[in-house]
């Protein structure tokens, strides 16, 4: 918001909330949902070939 008051000189007042943004993308069926956490990869050592 703070970009498009310093960008393009909206007063604060112009600018809708951020309650009237969030139940605008509920009416257009925008919802938050779950993720799955990643589990953190291993860390594998690395071969190392002998040259004798």
Same mark, same amino acid.
């Given at each position: 918001?703070? *970009?498009?008051?310093? %960008? +393009? $000189? ?7 909330? /951020?309650?009237?943004? *969030? !139940? #605008?993308?509920?009416?257009? $069926?925008? *919802?938050?949902? *779950? !993720?799955? %956490?990643?589990?953190?990869?291993? #860390? +594998?050592?690395?071969?190392?070939? /002998?040259?004798?």
């Amino acid at each position: 918001m703070n *970009r498009l008051i310093e %960008k +393009f $000189g909206y007063a604060d007042e112009e600018l809708p909330t /951020s309650e009237i943004i *969030r !139940v #605008k993308l509920n009416d257009l $069926g925008y *919802r938050l949902k *779950r !993720v799955a %956490k990643i589990q953190p990869q291993k #860390k +594998f050592l690395k071969w190392q070939t /002998s040259c004798c």
